[in-house]
């Protein structure tokens, strides 16, 4: 059977293992594994997202609000935005879906970093559009600027902001100063799946999505409540842009795209602040032992506005091998080889999770 010809330049999209995985393949008790690979929140989820799933359970017969009102609404006052500035999708990986598919059609250009989130490239190379990648793996601006000026008619730029899976942030300074060079038919993305990390770093990187569109009204912000929120198993982001922007990504929306039980969990989410304060400061806290790790041991890191920590390793170690050896030990953390470089990237666990880990990679090298 022949198939779209674009499907055969993709490469699946490898999710972090799960940890039923590793107790079918090593034969490991689901307590003694700890998974540091899908930056998932260490903490689990709130309490009070957990009394609301309970609470609403009884309603799932019922179709969800398709206008989604109240998350709408929520989001809004959050954000000093209005309802027309809003979508929300299964993930912000479906709100990548609805913009690539917007905006971008057979050979258009998409530029985007040399290794950034995978699903930009995956979701272009399902439409057969062009991915331009600048030459240094991190985001480096005045590189995306010369391959822009090369390549004007460039339909969507793609910036992570911080970046996974490597963890750099740019100032919003010079971020902006990027954007004012961008001409309006260009749309560019923001990813701010880790903003709010960024942003308990360093206020100079955090990106007000208000302030952005209204500056810059080609803009596209995408959050999510993957990370910070801990709902990663519900499936629900958004998007942030005017409102000629949003016209065009709901006419790639499915009806009913997110969950009834996602969109009320994600209210009470929201509800819950001091929950992702405290996921922040032991962020910070516990990502200092992975820095002073690194630097007694002389292995290089990227400095990291995210939940996880990337190492780059020297030629003296395979980050494939390591990730093996640290897997029959029920650790899973992510390789870097897929993307060309000899790294691991760890998710910032709970202490107990990070001295594990940092024990165990301690035996390794
Ligand atoms: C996790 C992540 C997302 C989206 O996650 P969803 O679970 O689909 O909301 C988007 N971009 C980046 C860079 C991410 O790391």
Redesign the pocket.
Known sequence: MQFNPHLDNITLYEGGKPIELIMREYGIAAKDIIKLAS?ENPFGVSPKVVDTLQENAKNVFMYPDDSMFEIKDTLSKKFGITSDNLIIGA????V?FFAINAKAEYESKILTAKTT?A?YEIYARQIGAKILKTPSDQHVLSEFLALYEANKDTAIIFL?LPN?PLGECLKRENVYEFLSKIDHNTLVVI?G??QDFAAAKDPAMQINPKDLIEQFPNTLY?G????SYAL?GL???YGIAQPNIMQALYKLRPPFNVTSLSLKAALAALEDESFVTRTLENNFKEMRKYENFAKENKIDFINSYTNFITLLLSDDYSSKEIAQILLKKGIIIRDLTSYGINGIRVTIGTPAQNDRFLEEFQKII
Do not use: E, P
């Open positions: 930056n993930g912000s990986d479906q990548i989130f699903m992570c996974n990813d799946a880790y995408l999510t409540f993957s990370k990663g499936r629900i982001g």
